[in-house]
């Protein structure tokens, strides 16, 4: 790309727009997982209407997995260590690689938008999950001693 300014910004934006989808692609997983409507999420959280949705044929799938509190209490498990570790380093090591070619003249803050919506995309979608378990764990516990 070299010393090219407007490329390098159009590769940025471009990148950070394919991180919001992985991160919208693992929400829409946990949200299909406990039967709930991904896209009544997706229209509270402004920055992911121009994100594409991923591999639709794929996730579709998740609506046919039978419900197994290890692999919600995984998903919740990945969902934490997404939003703790990896959303915020990807969004910094990406806008310092870019920061390289730009130069220091990149506003942090025009290109780390899309960094506080996945985090909390993907925190709304692993506390759902969490939710769903204790419900349904709950329920199970409660018709244990009934019976």
């Not at 919001?20 to 991904?38: H, K, M, S, T």
């Not at 759902?128 to 019976?147: D, E, K, P």
Request: proline letters at 3%; charged letters at 20%.
């Amino acid at each position: 790309l070299g010393p090219e300014r407007g490329a390098c910004q159009a590769l940025l934006r471009e990148m950070q727009e394919q991180l919001l989808a992985v991160f919208w692609a693992f929400a829409e997983v946990c949200f299909r997982y406990i039967g709930q409507d991904p896209l009544e999420v997706r229209m509270l959280e402004a920055a992911l209407d121009t994100v594409p949705r991923a591999a639709l044929a794929e996730l579709e799938r998740v609506d046919w997995i039978d419900w197994n509190g290890l692999y919600a209490l995984a998903l919740v498990r990945i969902g934490r260590h997404l939003e703790m570790k990896v959303i915020s380093k990807v969004w910094a090591v990406a806008r310092d690689i870019f920061c390289e070619h730009i130069g220091a003249q990149l506003d942090p803050a025009e290109h780390s938008a899309g960094a506080p919506a996945a985090v909390r995309s993907t925190r709304g979608s692993a506390q759902s999950v969490i939710t769903h378990y204790v419900i349904v764990n709950g329920q199970r516990l409660a018709s244990f001693f009934r019976n």
